[in-house]
């Protein structure tokens, strides 16, 4: 009898051995920015965790029954609202740190197509993870919609805190002599 095999978070935790090396290669950059790429990377590190692991290997003769689609959860706002508020809190952080890095992405725009495409490789990680491994995680639609907003929320926080780095940006980008 074939028994699942389970890799645990602790996996996820393996990659912050590259973390010291990581620093190592920024030295030259000013310690902010390798401060805020330090939690950027810690921050991707503890959402992996928490999205794609524990990866449980499941025998395929155990799901002899089940097709790839049942993993789907396709209808909007069929969620438990305790997970969609605490979806919304993990990517917050994504809306800061990702303007913050990169001043270029520092739109609405632009933050709400990041948070939307790295929710979407999340989604379709956890879709390949059942359809090859047979881990029971669910491509959800409220997840891909919940993280965006919690992105844009966090952007939002952002340019709240920081509305003189905002209108600076601003006249930067509009050719202000000023700037």
Do not use: H, K
């Not at 069929?78 to 994504?94: D, Q, S, Y």
């Amino acid at each position: 009898m074939e028994l699942p095999t389970v890799l645990g978070r602790g996996w996820a935790l393996l990659v912050l051995v590259a973390y010291p090396f990581a620093v190592l290669a920024m030295r030259q950059r000013n310690r902010c920015r390798v401060a805020l790429s330090g939690l950027l990377f810690l921050y991707a590190t503890a959402v992996v965790a928490v999205t794609i692991f524990p990866i449980s290997v499941v025998p395929s003769s155990w799901r002899v029954a089940e097709r790839w689609w049942d993993v789907l959860r396709p209808i909007p706002f069929m969620v438990p609202p305790v997970g969609f508020a605490l979806n919304i809190v993990m990517f917050m952080p994504f809306g800061v740190l990702v303007p913050l890095l990169w001043p270029r992405a520092a739109t609405i725009r632009r933050v709400l197509g990041w948070s939307l495409a790295s929710s979407a490789l999340i989604e379709f990680t956890q879709l390949a993870m059942w359809v090859g491994l047979g881990n029971r995680r669910y491509f959800d639609v409220n997840d891909l919609f919940s993280n965006t907003v919690g992105a844009v929320f966090g952007f939002v926080l952002f340019r709240t805190l920081r509305p003189a780095a905002a209108a600076e940006r601003a006249a930067v980008s509009a050719g202000s002599p000023d700037a």
